[in-house]
């Protein structure tokens, strides 16, 4: 018996740790760098090719409260996040450069784990224990052969947003700090109403490489700016733009977030986008401080493909009809980075549990990672939305207590459980 994971993004390196660090041989399946998806760039594993940041890191916010487990469940991934952390004020953000390549030595040199540089088109291991951790990304050849498996697959499309040099930007229309006082550590431009008026404009009417059923498929935590802006003069305010929690009174505020450890890079936070190269070095450029940027990373948008979990997966991560086979990843359902990890991790477990024969883990839905699981596999919706950590998903016993108590009860249950969990392990 051979145990396969086919995919080297985020979950699927995990799930691969996970069992080699178990002293399972694993044989792990990445077609790149060899043939490159729509949005990868290199062949390194676990490779962010959206946003750097893991979101929070506070447990009063659901995804912060995900790390924690993760952390205390052993999860090697968000270990090796935080050794590449950038300052991001209350968010985990990393150099996304010194992750990924941090991951792939690891992987390349771990004893257990053997790489195969190829693309997988035909799930043939009856006898294996295998991980399908292929990501939104999965080459067309393998998601026919996942249609045949386990039915119609979902899509949404997903939008990367810019990134340029530090050196390029004139920070003498910008300034250093964050929303409320919170941290130093965004770029801000403070835009007047001209500015912004002038910057909505050109961006409604800029040139896109939108496909053409874009908006019937797009994914609303996902927008792209120009979307978002489509809706309305102040529908940026109201988002990546706000002005709210400084000081001074700005009709609108771009942040720009580091990219990476020594703040050579940043990204333009929430500008997500289809715009042509051309259009967003024009339409970008009429930011202050942006004239001249330098773009190293044009934002592009991409079509993400996932399975309906509801209909084909078990709490365990197995599929119903297929024991031996379990998913991962953004695959599942599930939405960002964090989650990503966390099913790998669960996945991975559970494989080491499968192999040595042990009865498999139903994580409980008194932690958050519990909760997600419990929602990918139990809605009864015939079409249901990528669905990221979120307190709405918390059992509902938790809503007959107090909204002042509710976040600190399940908090509070959630890693007494989760420790449990790690002790019995």
Do not use: W
């Amino acid at each position: 018996m051979k145990v396969v994971v086919i995919g080297g993004g985020l979950a699927g390196s995990e799930a691969a740790l996970q069992i080699a660090e178990h002293s399972i041989d694993v044989i792990l399946y990445e077609m790149r760098p060899g043939k490159l998806t729509e949005a990868h760039r290199t062949g390194n594993f676990a490779e962010l090719v959206c946003s750097n940041s893991l979101g929070s890191i506070e447990l009063t916010d659901a995804r912060g409260l995900l790390k924690e487990e993760g952390l205390k469940l052993g999860s090697i991934l968000l270990q090796i996040a935080y050794k590449n952390r950038v300052p991001a004020g209350k968010a985990l953000a990393v150099d996304r450069v010194k992750f990924s390549e941090e991951i792939t030595n690891i992987i390349l040199n771990h004893p257990k784990i053997h790489v195969e540089r190829a693309e997988v088109t035909k799930i043939d291991f009856e006898n294996d224990i295998v991980v399908i951790a292929s990501g939104p990304l999965t080459s067309d050849a393998l998601l026919n052969e996942l249609q045949k498996l386990f039915g119609e697959n979902l899509f949404f499309y997903d939008a990367i947003s810019p990134v340029v040099t530090r050196e390029s930007l004139d920070l003498t229309k910008m300034f250093f700090g964050g929303r409320y006082n919170q941290s130093p550590d965004y770029l801000n431009i403070p835009l007047t109403y001209e500015e912004y008026t002038r910057f909505h404009k050109e961006l409604i009417e800029a040139k896109t490489h939108t496909p053409h059923d874009f908006d019937k498929v797009f994914f609303e935590s996902c927008l792209p700016i120009e979307e978002i802006a489509r809706r309305g003069f102040d529908a940026l305010r109201f988002g990546p733009l706000t002005p709210k929690g400084f000081s001074d009174n700005y009709f609108a505020v771009v942040q720009l977030r580091r990219e990476d450890v020594h703040g050579n890079l940043f990204e333009l936070v929430g500008f997500q986008t289809s715009l042509t190269y051309p259009e967003q070095k024009r339409v970008f450029g009429l930011l202050p401080g942006l004239e001249n940027a330098e773009f190293v990373r044009y934002g592009s948008i991409h079509k993400n493909a996932y399975f309906k979990a509801n209909r084909i997966l078990l709490k365990t991560l197995q599929t119903r009809k297929y024991p031996n086979i379990f998913l991962a990843g953004q695959i599942t359902g599930s939405e960002g980075y964090s989650e990503a990890i966390l099913t790998g991790l669960v996945a991975g477990l559970n494989v080491v549990r499968l192999f040595n024969g042990k009865e498999l883990l139903e994580i409980g839905e008194e932690t958050m990672i519990g909760s997600l699981i419990r929602f990918l596999v139990e809605n009864d919706l015939n079409n249901p939305q990528p669905m990221r950590a979120n307190f709405g998903l918390i059992p509902k016993k938790y809503f007959e207590i107090p909204k002042s108590k509710r976040k600190e009860i399940f908090i509070n249950d959630s890693l007494n459980a989760i420790e449990k969990l790690r002790r019995s392990l």
